[in-house]
């Protein structure tokens, strides 16, 4: 798969994930992938229990992709995901084989305020 179709690919992903057109969302995994969240020690295997999981999942989520990177098997992803409007801000990494994720981790943080002892050499980015 071209570096291209593979960022459209990703686009589409993203798109249905903000929607919550949860089909298309997941037609970008592996029957057999795996998606780790280390923060929280879980991983999850199977595109059916990712699916499943982000389904039953409770809170409103909305999704803004601030951007994307890559090339061939490896792909990250930096975007803002706000569950019932509070923000987090987050990495994904996905690994391709074959033309499809066979292996995403998730980071996530919260924002917080710039230290004081620097705010006077940082323009604020948001």
Known sequence: ???REIRNA??????????NDFAV?????????VLLYPQSGERIRGRHNIQESRT????EKRFTVHRIIGS??????EFVLSYDGAPSYAVS??????????????YFGDPFKPGSSRTHLVDPNN
Do not use: C, N
């Open 25 to 33: 969302e997941h037609e970008i995994y592996h029957e057999d992938a």
């Open 72 to 77: 061939g098997d490896l792909w990250v992803t």
């Open 1 to 3: 798969m071209e570096d």
């Open 10 to 19: 990703l686009g589409r992903h993203w798109v249905a994930s903000d929607t």
């Open 56 to 59: 039953i999942q409770p809170s």
């Open 93 to 106: 990494i996905m690994e391709f084989s074959d033309g499809k994720v066979a292996r995403e981790t998730q």
